[in-house]
């Protein structure tokens, strides 16, 4: 069923399309070029310009090999391919107007007058994230730490109950079913008490989810709702770029996100994978204003409007008993962000650890630095684990997963897997000082493409939940693989290499 449904969808249908129009265009190349012998030299030509491009390029070699290859080997298709997807940057205009609309937002948040300046670690960790995404960390916040989707879920109902102004929804899945249904239902209720609510959902995450009218039903009820990238028959790179974060948002006051989308099987509701683990994160106080900010950049970029900033922001945030730091981080493609932020984040994480490092991934498709990084942080005398799924959502991503296995289990680093079914957390935790929830997967597609966030913390009590939550889902349901145990076949070190290669492109 699940198969048919995507099949027949308006994704699969639009994909189809484009599909099409790489074939007919690398075919027409390869006929131009047979045909006309000039044409077989401004092609040489072309190809030289765009390898020596790529070689230039501003992206990891990792990225750019596999276009390299690509091109070397298939020249027709590859050059087809990249022409259509292989600059992953999209245009000065629309650049340009991105640029304009977060720095209006940006510009409008307050700064706390307290830095964190006492561990120069934690503090250099926080002015990156400051330099980069304009957020500061902030003193006196909230958190709390959700362990699954039902906790989440259990606990974002109550949260939407109490909206009196307005609720922000930022999804890249939504999902017909329980968790929608319940969801729906609250907010035509707080409609009808005059509570304003803004949704935005990605096209393409959505896409095979519900129809191209679900936006429009939406609007109708009086929900203010955008489809990020809307995903049209015609090849563009901005089909590349897609909005990944899961945020919601309640009267400025109160902010979720993490790995958790609107969609039955984060609930376990439905099972396609086996038991679903993810995680979430709940933040009270000034620091829910950078939430808002993150929020509003896009949903003003998609819409054409200006929603301002200082009408959905609480200047005067009730002073939490929380401890530590609490710091929200945005990342996306270039050249909306100069940097990848959220790689960045996470190498940082990794380099400063000094006792352990805990960390909850779906998949492990990475740069190399990563990699190395791990091991460097295991010979350094850090305990470092990971947790990946048993029950693989993408037979080939899994793969690729594995593959990755090898190098980190001769360094000595543990490796569990989820052994009832999927986890599709992404949580980092460290020396009961550093802990980040969010959207961003150990892959390319996160660290390049999409549009991803975070929350960073130091010393917050969450932090130890974290933790904990590692250790008992590890202990309890976690097969751990060893040098001993682990054992890819002869096909899959095929498909590996295969794979290996093009990882980056997926």
């Not at 609250?186 to 129809?211: A, F, P, Q, T």
């Not at 609930?267 to 993150?294: E, Q, R, Y």
Request: hydrophobic residues 45%; aromatic residues 14%.
């Amino acid at each position: 069923m699940r198969f048919f449904k995507l099949f027949f969808s308006r994704i699969a249908i639009v994909a189809l399309v484009i599909v099409l129009q790489i074939a007919f265009t690398s075919y027409g190349i390869y006929y131009m070029q047979n045909k006309y012998p000039i044409v077989s030299g401004i092609m040489s030509v072309l190809c030289l310009l765009i390898l020596l491009r790529l070689i230039d390029y501003d992206e990891p070699a990792s990225y750019k090999i596999p276009w390299i290859t690509l091109i070397l080997i298939f020249p027709f298709v590859g050059l087809a391919m990249y022409l259509f997807f292989g600059n992953c940057r999209m245009s000065k205009k629309r650049a340009a107007y991105f640029e304009d609309v977060y720095s209006v937002t940006q510009n409008a948040i307050p700064e706390p007058d307290v830095e964190l300046k006492k561990n120069v670690m934690a503090y250099g960790q926080s002015q990156y994230i400051l330099n980069t995404c304009h957020f500061p960390a902030y003193p006196n916040c909230y958190s709390k730490f959700l362990n699954s989707g039902e906790a989440f879920f259990a606990c974002l109902k109550e949260e939407l109950r109490k909206a009196k102004k307005y609720i922000f929804l930022e999804y890249f899945i939504i999902d017909k079913g329980q968790m929608w249904d319940e969801i729906h239902e609250i907010l035509l209720n707080k409609i009808n008490e005059g509570v304003s609510v803004y949704l935005m959902y990605d096209d393409i995450g959505s896409g095979s989810k519900v129809s191209s009218r679900f936006a429009s039903k939406l609007i109708k009820e009086g929900i203010k709702t955008i489809r990020f990238n809307k995903f049209y028959p015609v090849i563009s790179v901005i089909h590349n770029h897609r909005d990944h974060r899961k945020i919601t948002i309640i009267d400025g006051l109160v902010g979720f996100t993490g790995g958790i989308n609107i969609a039955d099987e984060y609930i376990n509701v439905t099972h396609p994978f086996g038991v679903w683990k993810d995680c979430a994160v709940m933040v009270k106080g000034p620091v829910v204003d950078s939430l808002v900010a993150i929020f509003l950049q896009n949903y003003n970029v998609m819409s054409r409007r200006q929603l301002f900033i200082d009408d959905f922001i609480v200047h005067e945030h009730n002073v939490e008993d929380g401890k530590g730091y609490i710091q929200v981080y945005g990342s996306g493609p270039k050249p909306v962000y100069k940097e990848n932020i959220a790689l960045d984040v996470y190498l940082n994480i990794i380099n400063q650890a000094k006792k352990y490092l805990y960390i909850m991934t779906p998949y492990l498709i990475c740069d190399y630095s990563v990699l190395q990084a791990l091991v460097l942080a295991k010979r350094r005398g850090v305990d470092v684990r990971l947790m990946t799924p048993y029950k693989p959502d993408k037979k080939s991503v899994n793969i690729l997963t594995k593959s990755n296995y090898r190098m980190l289990l001769d360094a000595g680093v543990r490796i569990f897997e989820f052994k009832p079914g999927f986890v599709h957390s992404k949580m980092f935790v460290a020396d009961d000082e550093y802990g980040v929830v969010g959207t961003v997967n150990l892959d390319y597609r996160s660290f390049i493409h999409h549009y991803e966030c975070g929350v960073w913390m130091y010393k917050t009590s969450s932090i130890l939940d974290m933790k904990n939550d590692f250790l008992n889902t590890a202990k309890n349901d976690g097969l751990e693989i060893t040098k001993e145990n682990f054992h890819l076949g002869p096909i899959r070190r095929l498909l590996k290499i295969i794979l290996s290669l093009f990882a980056p492109l997926l």
